[in-house]
């Protein structure tokens, strides 16, 4: 690839800044474009090592616009080479941070340039890359740019004209946006193709792909009768396992017109399922393409939990059609517009589509486990950011899972009606335009009807609020007052907290029966609140945050015997999950700082569980499952992951030894028939896989055997995989063979070879450090692809008792790998500086050696913006 610094051929042309003083973009210092560019005209002459990409600009200046601004065309390591306006060559350019600076002085012109890159050295995986002998595309946010000179930013509209031409052998299907107006053959044994997008869409939904693959073929008709053609183009042997995915699209078409009233708008939509991708997938218009991981499913290779994410998934780049392609971002502050509003709908669907509340249960597991601890620590943002240096680093939780939590408050708030009268005013309003978080509250609003002032609070504020409650109860009026108050966390940029509007869906729980007359929304938006409820003849129970109805932590004072009797005779069934989590949870964080604690009660709550046979089996397994080791870390105020690991391995193995029997017997209940994806099966294999656990828990003799025969027996991935990861935590002669025969089986399929990886990876073994270290020399080790570096790599740091070993050999593994990465691909080696940047929070010994593992990446040279900025906030 071209490097622009040595070669650039005017002394103007500037050394892009040291990292270490990378330029803060802020949100406040918004301006709206001084040109745009209504057309563009894309010519590719395609090739792995290098290809042509010629670009014709129809470039009107703003008229709004006060000065005569130059055109300013954004590059990133591209070299011009040539540029012409209006029919005329043209050396009157500079290149500045590598953006292309054209100093035209008319109302129009046209801008012809060359550039020629070469996708076989794009490691980076952002604009256009090789992957697997095809080619593709990533642009969002910033990839265009890599690709041709332009105004890269999501408030330019343009409509494309797309000619690409190939090798006819290498690549014979040419996919671009929109669709397919004219083919042919060219010289040399290559062919073309040309494709027309009619909706005016910002350079990061442009997409482009070549390659041999072949595609699941079906159609959809809209609800207006339209036909839509649908393809999801794999490679050849994978065919067989796009169903799942295909299905899921067409469910996600359907679901939108009847939810959201949205209707497809092109004759074409194409999925492209591709090895090497940074994230999960992308929207782009028309062209939606995926980490083959998001596509691929058949229940030999894939889990249950796969399949889900493959439904959600292909619903979420699916709906962004609407919430993010036709109306989409005004500029990447709003990301969180388009991200939280699609995270909350494809949650919905895939609530319609299964259980509400195993849904809920999953989308609040995944809140807690990614985004809670972001919002405590050093990366902490608004949903809305106010700077940022990388935006490839705010593709955060907060911004996609938060975000989707504040939209769900709007929905409580708003009920049903009045948010789909809101939303569909915001898709008529801004049809076509890049809005902004603030235009879609507007809309709201104004088409639902709602005041939502000091709701925008959310949008501004980092930080998870915490609200306390106190239920009390005066018996001679027969009157319950429930007192509540909220804490923001102080931020340095605000003088005063602001108070959040917090909706709590709350009942108030009969204490023998645990009936209730109905269930309220209560409204805290002040500081301290309280609320009455007449007609209790005896002390309540207080149901609070049912259905985790707010993103807060909510700290009640409620007794073990209360939280017991939740977790037995709630209604709702989140809520009901979620005392169990608080008893176990209470119990184990006073195990671990050795304070005294009721041991029985938690077990008494389990055995109920265990005999209560009116509960569905995979709520069952959810409400028996202990929470996680670093769940339990976030709720202490000096993590001590050793003493949480063992604490939790004790009840662990005292729940195993109590309920042997009934896990014995259940294992055996859940015994599966013929495989099939009801949600009957899935819950059978879900509580045999927890059974399992729990009968190696006891210490039995039979537990590496038992585990051994269902890994043996299998025909789905989800109990293979199941008794893998209870085998991965044995002794080499329990687990070794195992292993090996997996290994065999699966060698070529990276999908599953990536589940090898995992499993070794999280494996409590005191050895699992040096087992990761020698898996990174494994012939099947590529730092290439990012599924096989998150597999190793990612799996490791979510180990916590092995990650936060007290040698710190695990931090110093996750430095050397960063920086060995970082060169290569930026994007995904900054994804492993937050488990690091959380270290004030452990324990003084652990928090050093995390420190001195992030200044060793701070003092390498050369370091990539996106690390750079997540070490240099980390260690601030
Ligand atoms: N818009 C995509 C999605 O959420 C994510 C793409 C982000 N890609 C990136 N390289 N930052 O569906
Ligand atoms: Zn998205």
Same mark, same amino acid.
């Given at each position: ?114 550039? *020629?890159?070469?996708? +076989? ?45 190939? !090798? ?106 591709? +090895? ?62 388009? *991200?939280?509003?699609?995270? $909350? ?109 000091? /709701? ?56 023998? !029966? ?15 609140? +309280? ?79 265990? +005999? ?6 995979? /709520? ?10 670093? $769940? ?92 893998? !990861? ?76 092995? $990650? ?67 070490? !240099?906030?980390?260690?601030?």
């Amino acid at each position: 690839m071209l490097d622009v610094q040595k070669t650039a051929n005017n002394e103007m042309a500037d050394a892009a800044p040291h990292p270490q003083e990378a330029r803060t973009i802020r949100r406040e210092d918004y301006r709206p474009p001084a040109w745009f560019v209504p057309e563009v005209h894309l010519d590719f002459q395609l090739g792995a090592e290098q290809t042509v990409v010629k670009s014709r600009l129809d470039v009107r200046r703003s008229k709004s616009a006060k000065y005569q601004e130059p055109l300013i065309l954004d590059g990133d390591d591209l070299l011009p080479v040539s540029v012409r306006v209006d029919g005329e060559s043209w050396t009157d350019w500079t290149l500045v941070e590598g953006a292309l600076h054209l100093p035209l002085t008319g109302a129009s012109h046209i801008v012809e340039i060359t550039v *020629e890159i070469d996708p +076989s050295t794009n490691t980076q995986l952002m604009g256009l890359y090789a992957s697997g002998g095809m080619l593709c595309t990533q642009c969002e946010a910033q990839g265009f740019r890599r690709i041709t000179f332009f105004p890269d930013r999501p408030d330019i509209l343009s409509r494309y004209t797309v000619r690409m031409e190939g !090798s006819k052998a290498d690549y014979p299907v040419l996919l671009c946006n929109g669709d397919k107006t004219d083919a042919g053959d060219a010289d040399g044994g290559r062919h073309w193709a040309e494709w027309v997008d009619p909706w005016p869409k910002p350079s990061y939904l442009f997409a482009l792909v070549a390659g041999d693959l072949v595609a699941n073929n079906d159609s959809f008709t809209t609800r207006s009768g339209k036909e839509v053609e649908l393809n999801i183009w794999v490679r050849d042997g994978d065919l067989p396992r796009t169903g799942h995915a295909m299905k899921a699209l067409k469910d996600s078409m359907r679901w939108d017109e009847q939810v959201y009233g949205r209707e497809y708008d092109l004759q074409l939509f194409n999925i492209v399922a591709v +090895s090497d991708f940074n994230m999960g997938a992308m929207e782009n218009k028309g062209l939606n393409i995926f980490n083959s991981r998001y596509i691929l499913a058949d229940p030999e290779v894939a889990t249950d939990a796969d399949f889900d994410g493959i439904e959600g998934v292909v619903a979420h780049e699916y709906f962004h059609n609407w919430s993010g392609n036709r109306v989409t971002c005004r500029d990447w502050f709003q990301l969180s517009l388009k *991200e939280g509003f699609t995270v $909350f709908r494809d949650q919905s669907f895939s609530a319609d589509m299964g259980s509400q509340a195993l849904k809920r249960i999953e989308d609040v597991r995944i809140l807690r486990a990614a985004q809670f601890p972001e919002d405590a620590g050093p990366l902490a943002h608004p949903i809305r950011p106010e700077s940022y240096q990388e935006i490839s680093n705010f593709y955060t939780a907060t911004v996609y899972n938060k975000g989707a939590e504040v939209i769900r408050m709007m929905h409580s708030l708003m009920g049903a009606d009045r948010f789909r009268k809101g939303t569909d005013l915001y898709f008529d309003r801004h049809d076509g335009e890049a809005a902004t978080c603030e235009d879609f509250v507007v809309a709201m609003e104004d088409g639902g009807d709602a005041d939502l002032r000091q /709701f925008r609070s959310w949008y501004e504020t980092p930080g998870t609020p915490k609200v306390s409650a106190r239920l009390s109860h005066d018996p001679q009026s027969g009157t319950a007052t429930l007192n509540l108050s909220q804490q923001v966390a102080r931020t340095g940029e605000k003088p005063e907290p602001s108070q959040m509007v917090i909706p709590l869906r709350t009942a108030l729980l009969d204490p023998d !029966s645990g009936e209730h007359e109905g269930e309220e929304l209560l409204v805290l938006d002040k500081p301290e609140q +309280s609320f009455q409820f007449e007609g209790q003849t005896e002390h309540p129970i207080l149901s609070i945050n049912r259905g985790f109805s707010a993103p807060i932590i909510m700290e009640s004072s409620q007794t073990p015997e209360e939280l017991a009797f939740l977790s037995t005779h709630d209604d709702d069934p989140f809520a009901r999950f979620e005392a169990m989590q608080q008893l176990m949870t209470n119990y184990l964080t006073a195990r671990v700082t050795g304070t005294p604690a009721d041991r029985d009660i938690v077990l008494q709550a389990v055995g109920a569980a265990l +005999s209560d046979e009116s509960i569905d089996r995979a /709520f069952l397994a959810e409400l028996i499952l202990l929470p996680s080791e670093a $769940f339990l870390g976030d709720q202490m105020v000096v993590v001590d992951p050793e003493a949480i690991h063992e604490a939790r391995e004790k009840l662990r193995g005292k729940i195993a030894v109590q309920f042997e029997r009934k896990f014995r017997r259940l294992y055996a209940q859940c015994t599966p028939g013929e495989f099939s994806l009801s949600a009957e099966a899935r819950a059978n294999r879900k509580l045999r896989n927890v059974c399992l656990a729990y009968i190696a828990g006891s210490q039995a003799d039979d537990a590496a055997a038992l585990a051994s025969d269902q890994f043996a027996d299998a025909d789905n991935m989800t109990a293979k995989q199941g008794a893998l !990861s209870v085998l991965s935590h044995m002794e080499d002669k329990d687990r070794g063979w195992a292993f090996d025969d997996f290994y065999n089986t699966y060698r070529d399929n990276a999908l599953v070879l990536d589940k090898w990886f995992t499993l070794q990876s999280l494996s409590q073994r005191g050895d699992t450090v040096k087992r990761v270290k020698a898996l990174a020399g494994h012939p099947d080790f590529t730092m290439s692809n990012p599924n096989r570096v998150r597999a190793l790599y990612g799996s490791f740091t979510a180990n916590p008792v092995r $990650f936060h070993d007290a040698s710190g050999e695990g931090y110093r593994l996750i430095a050397d790998m960063v920086i060995h990465l970082d060169a290569q691909n930026p994007q995904t080696a900054a994804r492993f500086i937050p488990p690091l940047g959380r270290w004030r929070r452990y324990e003084r010994g652990r928090a050093e050696l995390m420190r001195t593992a992030l200044e060793k990446i701070a003092a390498t040279p050369d370091l990539s913006k996106d690390v750079m900025e997540q070490v !240099s906030k980390s260690l601030a």
